[in-house]
């Protein structure tokens, strides 16, 4: 059988291959069903051949990032590079002055390289809006990930210097680690000490394994375009995009939409990446644990984004001080803490305020902690619990304002619009034109309140499902999901950060 080449279109073949700066790689774009496929084929026949395997998670990893962001994978490289060699200089010192100064060029050199990318303009902005300078503003692209990818090296060359592990030998295995594809661009961020001693084992995926990694990709699936997608496109982005524009009803909704939304969309991309990393026999960290349950703020952040959190509290707000120098410095330490955390989403007072408000709501939650029992409010559950949980997510909604705006102007707005401009009479208006919406809502709301436990269930009947079920059950799902996709990709909210 012979093939007509002159019916190849090698122009069109060529634009599917080579980054596209409209048209990025993404989870949940049609090319990666291809782009995985071809990976999950190559990478079975050689799970058993731990150099080849290596080499073929490097290569594929790599491309997936050229694909998302063009050349700047020459970063990861360049980062992988430096942060190996100084991780291992540091091991091989011999005293403590030389350690700790690899330790602080490390530090700056990634911090560094985020700021320039992250927050130049930021600054230079600032400055010539409080200083009266003339500072020129660059056009600066946001390399995909940095941010995450950045705080993972800086994680590996604190622990090194830490004395917690040995760094590894090979760069191979470090540049696996740090551009393992299903994590590279919007996390979790990956601790080295969890994940590399898993990069040589040996792997042999089980059904609980395949019905994990299954379930996870098909539900993370759902939540991106399902849920986040059509209430961004439907009610989100229009109503933040100009607030004066719309009552108090609209920009409520908006607000609980946009809760919703950033949450689908960024826990539906850790679910994909957790799934198709079981698939591959490896496993990375939750990072999201149902957070709108949670009945107070502490516990919001145990439950959201887990792996910014606990990096900020194992690499900022211990080494600060934590809460080991006095009631005073635990909160000044908690402030830091959650500005930076704000400032690292993004070069924008919006997200300081964000970050500011979280690390006032953890102070004040602190120091009711420390209120002697018999002196705080009855409790009465499981009552006083609703209560809680209904409070702690108004207040994170409160913070979801500041964080979906762009600026305060149109913060302030959202705000007062609900509290001075609610027009109550247009809720009946409001639900007959946006019916759709609500029922996006409730059926977002209805599946985040369903107990975790579920999720274990739920692996262990489609382990019970015969192979021709499975597929048929993956196939069925992305026909639909190709039904109910937006005409044009959605943007992840977390690929900006």
């Not at 079975?44 to 731990?50: A, D, E, G, Q």
């Not at 696996?176 to 792997?203: E, N, T």
């Not at 961004?232 to 607030?243: G, K, M």
């Not at 919006?350 to 029992?373: D, V």
């Amino acid at each position: 059988m012979s093939i007509n080449l002159s019916h190849i279109d090698f122009k069109l073949l060529a634009e599917q291959l080579l980054y596209n700066s409209r048209d990025p790689l993404l989870f949940n774009s049609s090319f990666f069903l291809y782009f995985f496929g071809l990976f999950f084929l190559i990478y079975s026949l050689f799970i058993n051949k731990v150099n080849a395997r290596i080499s073929i998670v490097i290569l594929f990893s790599l491309y997936f990032f050229y694909k998302a962001c063009g050349y700047y994978v020459g970063l990861i490289i360049l980062s992988a590079v430096v942060d190996f060699f100084i991780s291992n200089s540091i091991y091989k010192a011999r005293t403590s002055g030389v350690k700790r100064l690899l330790l602080i060029i490390s530090i700056v050199l990634n911090l560094g390289m985020l700021s320039y990318f992250k927050y130049y303009n930021f600054f230079l902005e600032n400055s010539n809006l409080l200083f009266n300078t003339n500072y020129t503003i660059i056009s600066i692209a946001l390399p995909v990930g940095i941010s995450f990818y950045t705080f993972e090296n800086i994680s590996y060359t604190i622990d090194v210097y830490r004395g917690h592990f040995k760094p590894i030998k090979s760069f191979g295995d470090y540049l696996f680690f740090l551009s393992f594809f299903p994590k590279l661009m919007m996390g979790p961020i990956v601790r080295a000490a969890d994940f590399i001693p898993q990069i040589r084992s040996k792997l042999s995926p089980t059904h609980f394994d395949l019905a994990f990694g299954l379930f996870y990709i098909l539900t993370g699936c759902f939540k991106k375009i399902v849920i986040s997608d059509f209430l961004r496109t439907n009610i989100v982005d229009f109503v933040f995009d100009d607030p004066s524009r719309y009552n108090g009803v609209y920009c409520l909704t908006a607000t609980y939409a946009y809760a919703l939304v950033i949450y689908c969309d960024f826990s539906g991309y850790s679910d994909m990446a957790r799934g198709m990393a079981k698939w591959m026999g490896y496993d990375i960290n939750v990072n999201f644990l149902a957070p709108y349950q949670s009945a107070n703020i502490t516990e919001f952040w145990r439950k959201w984004h887990i792996s910014l959190s606990s990096w900020l509290r194992d690499y900022l707000y211990i080494p600060l001080g934590g809460n080991r120098k006095g009631k005073i410095q635990t909160y000044i330490n908690l402030m830091i803490t959650m500005l930076l955390g704000g400032l690292w989403h993004g070069a924008s007072w919006n997200f300081i305020i964000w970050g500011g408000l979280h690390g006032a709501a953890l102070s004040i939650h602190k120091l009711y902690g420390q209120i002697p029992a018999q002196l705080r409010f009855k409790r009465i559950e499981p009552v006083t619990k609703v209560f809680n949980i209904i409070l702690t997510f108004h207040f994170v909604c409160l913070c979801w304002i500041f964080f979906a705006c762009h600026s305060f102007q149109d913060s302030f707005t959202v705000i007062h619009q609900i509290v001075n401009n609610f027009q109550p009479e247009s809720i009946y208006i409001f639900v007959s034109h946006y019916r759709y919406v609500l029922l996006g809502l409730c059926t977002g709301f209805f599946l985040h309140a369903l107990p975790m436990h579920l999720n274990t269930f739920l692996i262990n009947k489609i382990i019970q499902v015969p192979v021709w079920g499975k597929l048929a059950i993956t196939i069925t799902f992305l026909l639909l999901m190709a039904y109910l996709k937006m005409e044009k990709p959605v943007m992840p909210i977390y690929l900006q950060f």
